[in-house]
């Protein structure tokens, strides 16, 4: 099992940037892929950014292509998510999940933490 928990949430205005960390609690966190979904409100969650267990491969949604950037640091038991040149639309409950298995792109992933939230003021 892996506990996950995210930080790093808040208000900023469009075209600022923001990083969110997600810290892993568990000796295994290197065999998990992991990922960043997100739910704004009134929608369902949706994938945004996922990571191979080593870092080689990474996965994003289109509306992330060239603004998110996701990336791991297995000694620190951290995932991160940098966000760059956001907008009010990216304004949602951002979570990290970890799964054993490939489930880019979907958003039924084993494990996930609580969320944080951002929020981006035109």
């Known amino acids: 099992q892996v506990q996950l928990v995210e930080s790093g949430g808040r208000l900023v205005q469009a075209g600022d940037s923001l990083r969110l960390s997600c810290a892993a609690s568990g000796r295994t966190f290197s065999s998990y892929r992991m990922a960043w979904l997100r739910q704004a409100p009134g929608k369902e969650r949706e994938f945004v950014a996922g990571i191979s267990w080593n870092g080689d491969s990474t996965y994003y949604t289109d509306f992330t292509k060239g603004r998110f950037t996701i990336s791991r640091d297995n000694p620190k038991n951290t995932v991160y998510l940098q966000m760059n040149s956001l907008k009010p639309e990216d304004t949602a409950t951002y979570y990290c999940?970890?799964?054993?298995?490939?489930?880019?792109?979907?958003?039924?992933?084993?494990?996930w933490g609580k969320g944080t939230l951002v929020i981006v003021s035109s």
């Open positions: 999940a970890a799964d054993l298995n490939r489930k880019y792109f979907r958003n039924d992933w084993d494990y």
